[in-house]
């Protein structure tokens, strides 16, 4: 039973293995190799080169980088704020209303991204929905808030929200009501309940949500295009410039190298605090 | 210590209110998709529906169209067949590598897609692929390969796996159990992956970006639109993307709700279903 349970394991993983083995670790490995090459070069076999890291300092690509991290967790420490209270909600209050609200944010993950940013900038843009609305109501009219940083901060919230949103609902319902309550008749604040007993027994929740939140944002792109019209330019957009436009591979490999190790790191981080079996509910 | 009700009230508004941002974009892409003028601005002063007649004449729609279609079909039947069996691996069976496979699963999800579908691109022109809507599906399954083997393996979780060894005990084959008993039961799970796979990989935009070559999928083509100057068949075309994926989705609950009900309409001891 035992040998057979191993056998047939490792049969049924096979497939998938493969096509990530293909498809996922080959790709980063060919990224990590054309990274050391030498410029205008498109084969593998060349002496190594690290002249397109140097670029990278040289000509101030750390400015986008900065600008992806920076953004990406400023999106992540809104984010946090303001779906705590609505996991609360979704792990403690709500009884059905739980089941409509993750229907609805489901149901949003299927619209494509870009479709969703497009309908802000109609809602927000001069004549949009909102000021070309108020404008004709009132007679006056106010600037966009659109193609500034503030903006393309408010799209990753929007577009992430869903990745914090559910890890924090599953954290916060593995914080048991009786020690809840156990601390508030013992005579603790509400705040002090917050802070003692529900963040510290929901930490593996909010550890996965926030770095997934922070990594999916760090890597994205058609935010800060679409919300942001070019104000700022995102480390994502400087990688795809170097392999489009630029025909420049290594660079654009290096700069791919030096945020796939930063969110490979963060992503490892997650990955292995992440207990598969306890969350998906093991009978066993 | 329960909630008190004005806290209750807060919170149930609070959830309404996130729902009306969550859909607030796709009212204004509605709305901009019934305008008649050529240059959108609210407040609409004359609806028609002329761009939805043009889009649906338009032959480049209907390419876009069949190139989506094709990539989300055979995605979602590859990742319902390497997701049932990864799920197994997944939940089911112990064996040596179990952890690990696990943790493997997870990183193409944390991963975010642009960076995925650039790495895709320069590891298909090493080895000499030139991309077309072909490699696309590779690139959708690295991503939805997982998550479909996640939404399996819940399922997987809550079966008893005495059903399967009564029946070897029995003297099933290994093949057998699969097919009479392992399926059966996984299959609402199957099912409900399929679905994801589909509507994910019809939506996708940042993985197609780059891995689909001089083809092109509807996302990808809204996409190249909304950068470079408006056409008001953006937001008719975005409409009817979403109008087709919410069709299927209820479409699926329809069909699940009918087929929940004929079964609780046959005579007790005919369904063997665990739950889940």
């Given at each position: 039973?035992?040998?057979?349970?191993?056998?047939?394991?490792?049969?049924?993983?096979?497939?998938?293995?493969?096509?990530?083995?293909?498809?996922?670790?080959?790709?980063?490995?060919?990224?990590?190799?054309?990274?050391?090459?030498?410029?205008?070069?498109?084969?593998?076999?060349?002496?190594?080169?690290?002249?397109?890291?140097?670029?990278?300092?040289?000509?101030?690509?750390?400015?986008?980088?900065?600008?992806?991290l920076g953004?990406a967790l400023v999106s992540t420490i809104v984010l946090f704020l303001i779906s705590w209270p609505l996991a609360y909600g979704m792990a403690k209050v709500f009884g059905?209303f739980t089941?409509?609200l993750t229907?609805?944010v489901?149901?949003?993950?299927?619209?494509?991204?870009?479709?969703?940013?497009?309908?802000?900038?109609?809602?927000?843009?001069?004549?949009?929905?909102?000021?070309?609305?108020?404008?004709?109501?009132?007679?006056?009219?106010?600037?966009?808030?659109?193609?500034?940083?503030?903006?393309?901060v408010?799209?990753l919230v929007?577009?992430y929200f869903p990745f914090m949103l559910f890890p924090l609902a599953q954290g916060i319902a593995m914080v048991p009501d009786d020690a809840r309550q156990a601390a508030a008749d013992l005579g603790a604040s509400r705040w002090r309940v917050l802070w003692e007993i529900e963040l510290p027994l929901a930490a593996p929740g909010i550890v996965v949500g926030c770095l997934l939140s922070f990594v999916l944002a760090t890597?994205?792109?058609?935010?800060?295009?679409?919300?942001?019209?070019?104000?700022?330019?995102?480390?994502?957009?400087?990688?795809?410039?170097?392999?489009?436009?630029?025909?420049?591979?290594?660079?654009?490999?290096?700069?791919?190298?030096?945020?796939?190790?930063?969110?490979?790191a963060l992503a490892i981080v997650a990955v292995t605090r992440i207990d598969l079996d306890t969350i998906m509910g093991?009978?066993? | 210590m329960p909630a008190s009700?004005s806290t209750k009230?807060a919170l149930y508004l609070y959830g309404?209110l996130a729902?009306?941002?969550?859909?607030?974009?796709?009212?204004?892409?509605?709305?901009?998709?019934?305008?008649?003028?050529?240059?959108?601005?609210?407040?609409?002063?004359?609806?028609?529906?002329?761009?939805?007649?043009?889009?649906?004449?338009?032959?480049?729609?209907?390419?876009?169209?069949?190139?989506?279609?094709?990539?989300?079909?055979?995605?979602?039947?590859?990742?319902?067949?390497?997701?049932?069996?990864?799920?197994?691996?997944?939940?089911?069976?112990?064996?040596?590598?179990?952890?690990?496979?696990?943790?493997?699963?997870l990183?193409?999800?944390f991963?975010?897609?642009?960076?995925?579908?650039?790495?895709?691109?320069?590891?298909?022109?090493?080895?000499?692929?030139?991309?077309?809507?072909?490699?696309?599906?590779?690139?959708?399954?690295?991503?939805?390969?997982?998550?479909?083997?996640?939404?399996?393996?819940?399922?997987?979780?809550?079966?008893?796996?005495?059903?399967?060894?009564?029946?070897?005990?029995?003297?099933?084959?290994?093949?057998?159990?699969?097919?009479?008993?392992?399926?059966?039961?996984?299959?609402?799970?199957?099912?409900?992956?399929?679905?994801?796979?589909?509507?994910?990989?019809?939506?996708?935009?940042?993985?197609?970006?780059?891995?689909?070559?001089?083809?092109?999928?509807?996302?990808?083509?809204?996409?190249?639109?909304?950068?470079?100057?408006?056409?008001?068949?953006?937001?008719?075309?975005?409409?009817?993307?979403?109008?087709?994926?919410?069709?299927?989705?209820?479409?699926?609950?329809?069909?699940?709700?009918?087929?929940?009900?004929?079964?609780?309409?046959?005579?007790?001891?005919?369904?063997?279903?665990?739950?889940?």
């Amino acid at each position: 039973m035992e040998r057979l349970d191993r056998r047939l394991g490792f049969f049924s993983a096979l497939p998938l293995a493969m096509l990530l083995a293909v498809a996922f670790l080959a790709p980063l490995l060919v990224i990590a190799v054309f990274s050391v090459m030498p410029q205008r070069v498109f084969s593998l076999f060349n002496a190594p080169d690290f002249s397109a890291y140097r670029v990278f300092f040289q000509q101030g690509y750390y400015g986008p980088l900065a600008w992806s991290l920076g953004m990406a967790l400023v999106s992540t420490i809104v984010l946090f704020l303001i779906s705590w209270p609505l996991a609360y909600g979704m792990a403690k209050v709500f009884g059905r209303f739980t089941l409509v609200l993750t229907v609805a944010v489901v149901m949003s993950l299927f619209v494509s991204e870009n479709i969703r940013l497009f309908g802000w900038v109609l809602t927000l843009m001069k004549g949009g929905l909102v000021e070309g609305h108020f404008r004709a109501l009132t007679g006056v009219g106010f600037e966009s808030p659109l193609y500034n940083v503030p903006i393309i901060v408010f799209g990753l919230v929007y577009v992430y929200f869903p990745f914090m949103l559910f890890p924090l609902a599953q954290g916060i319902a593995m914080v048991p009501d009786d020690a809840r309550q156990a601390a508030a008749d013992l005579g603790a604040s509400r705040w002090r309940v917050l802070w003692e007993i529900e963040l510290p027994l929901a930490a593996p929740g909010i550890v996965v949500g926030c770095l997934l939140s922070f990594v999916l944002a760090t890597g994205a792109l058609a935010e800060s295009k679409l919300l942001g019209g070019q104000s700022v330019i995102v480390i994502a957009d400087e990688i795809e410039t170097a392999f489009t436009y630029g025909q420049n591979w290594p660079l654009g490999s290096a700069l791919s190298m030096v945020l796939i190790l930063i969110i490979g790191a963060l992503a490892i981080v997650a990955v292995t605090r992440i207990d598969l079996d306890t969350i998906m509910g093991r009978r066993r | 210590m329960p909630a008190s009700r004005s806290t209750k009230i807060a919170l149930y508004l609070y959830g309404v209110l996130a729902i009306v941002i969550l859909y607030l974009p796709l009212v204004s892409v509605g709305f901009a998709s019934v305008s008649r003028a050529r240059y959108l601005s609210f407040p609409i002063k004359r609806y028609s529906t002329e761009w939805y007649a043009r889009a649906l004449e338009s032959p480049t729609v209907a390419d876009l169209v069949t190139t989506s279609l094709k990539v989300a079909i055979i995605v979602t039947i590859v990742s319902m067949v390497i997701g049932f069996f990864g799920a197994l691996a997944f939940a089911r069976y112990h064996w040596r590598y179990r952890g690990t496979f696990q943790k493997l699963i997870l990183l193409p999800i944390f991963f975010p897609q642009t960076v995925l579908g650039l790495a895709l691109l320069m590891w298909f022109n090493s080895v000499g692929i030139i991309p077309t809507w072909k490699t696309a599906v590779v690139a959708h399954l690295v991503w939805i390969a997982p998550i479909a083997t996640l939404i399996i393996a819940i399922r997987a979780y809550s079966f008893d796996p005495a059903l399967e060894e009564a029946a070897r005990d029995m003297g099933a084959s290994t093949f057998l159990i699969l097919r009479e008993i392992t399926l059966p039961l996984l299959m609402p799970g199957i099912v409900a992956a399929g679905l994801f796979a589909f509507l994910l990989s019809w939506g996708n935009f940042p993985l197609s970006l780059f891995t689909t070559g001089a083809d092109s999928t509807l996302p990808e083509w809204l996409y190249a639109k909304m950068v470079s100057g408006y056409s008001p068949l953006v937001p008719t075309v975005g409409i009817m993307s979403v109008v087709g994926s919410f069709c299927i989705l209820i479409l699926a609950f329809a069909m699940t709700w009918l087929l929940r009900k004929a079964r609780n309409n046959r005579p007790k001891g005919a369904d063997n279903d665990t739950g889940g």
